[in-house]
């Protein structure tokens, strides 16, 4: 991961960003909402930017933050998030009716593993991007990696969890660790996948890129 001072450092090169986003990224850090690092998800946008996808699925809205970035970044896309926890979910709808953006992200509530057949209604997707329950990673890319295209991108967030993946020397609870352990295991996953290609990024808190690999070219 990098270090602190070269975060900073990024952080300080991003253009400002529209007043509304910027009240959101403060409402979350106030409210204690876990939303992307700033020069994780501006890596993410860029990936987005390159990849130009018509159809994207996020799975853990939040309030909505990832979701309008995407939407602004890529101006084409039409994406469709997840969220269970109610209140999230309202704040979510909400943002999003600001920016003007309810036409193009639709929010579904609910447990990601239980709206399969909800989320398959828009399939396929261009791009599925996991940033919800850490613990479950793996159980949601073998849900909806099934509705992603050939060629199509997988993106995890947290991957790196704060470095504990590499070093979990100042772990204290029983609860921690056990996340750690299905965070590398998912990694494990992630990269000796035969139908992926992924790429760890250490930005944020750590990015995995995963492209599915067109079968026909094999």
């Known amino acids: 991961m990098i270090t602190k001072v070269i975060q900073e450092y990024i952080e300080a090169l991003i253009p400002d960003r529209d007043p509304r986003i910027v009240e959101i990224e403060e409402f979350a850090k106030e409210h204690g909402v876990p939303i992307m690092e700033l020069v994780g998800i501006e890596a993410l946008l860029q990936q987005l930017r390159i990849i130009q996808p018509q159809r ?5 809205t939040a309030i909505g933050y990832s979701a309008i970035r995407m939407a602004e970044a890529v101006p084409n896309a039409s994406i469709v998030t997840i969220e269970k926890d109610t209140e999230r979910f309202e704040q979510a709808v909400a943002n999003i009716k600001k920016f003007e953006l309810s036409e193009r992200i639709t929010v579904l509530l609910g447990d990601a593993n239980e709206l399969t057949a909800e989320a398959e209604k828009h399939a396929p997707y261009d791009v599925v991007f996991i940033d919800a329950a850490k613990g479950q990673y793996q159980r949601f890319f073998e849900n909806y990696g099934k509705m992603l295209k050939p060629k199509g991108v997988m993106i995890s967030d947290n991957i790196l969890f704060k470095g504990y993946v590499a070093d979990d020397s100042g772990v204290g609870t029983r609860r921690l660790a056990s996340l750690i352990r299905k965070i590398r295991s998912y990694n494990e ?21 995963s492209v599915k690999k067109d079968k026909e070219h094999r």
Not at 56 to 60: K, R, Y
Not at 189 to 209: C, K, R, S
């Open 189 to 209: 996953f992630l990269m000796h996948h035969e139908e992926y290609t992924t790429a760890i990024l250490p930005v944020g808190d750590g990015i995995a890129i």
């Open 56 to 60: 994207i699925l996020e799975v853990g």
